[in-house]
């Protein structure tokens, strides 16, 4: 009966249906999204992305003021295979605790 009266009730009541849906979908699929970036970033974070974020840091200020090459470890085993370092595990440390003062009482250049 209400088809009757209002004829283009149908086609409007589908309109609308399909628009909110299209658009449901499309804000909820934008939401899970960026939550999913958001939340894979601080998971990252925690589970020591934050210690690389760091660490890069530092070695860029490092080599931005000149008191460490990019390539630190190439650098490092150069030292190692010329004596001046010497490799402790994962680290490395000065064979001779002489070599260690010396360097250690060099006055510090301003760059």
Known sequence: MSDMLYPHL????????SFGLSSG????LNACWFMGFCSSLLACLLRGGL????H???R???????MLPWRVI??????TTRILLRRVGSGYSFP???L????????????
Do not use: I, M, N
């Open 10 to 17: 149908g086609q409007a009541l589908d309109r609308a249906l």
């Open 74 to 79: 190439p650098f490092l085993e150069d030292a």
């Open 100 to 111: 260690l003062d010396y360097f250690a009482d060099l006055p510090q250049q301003k760059p």
């Open 51 to 54: 210690a690389v974020w760091r």
């Open 96 to 98: 001779h605790r002489l």
């Open 25 to 28: 979908l499309e804000t909820g």
């Open 56 to 58: 890069l840091v530092l």
């Open 60 to 66: 860029f200020l490092f080599w931005r003021s000149k």
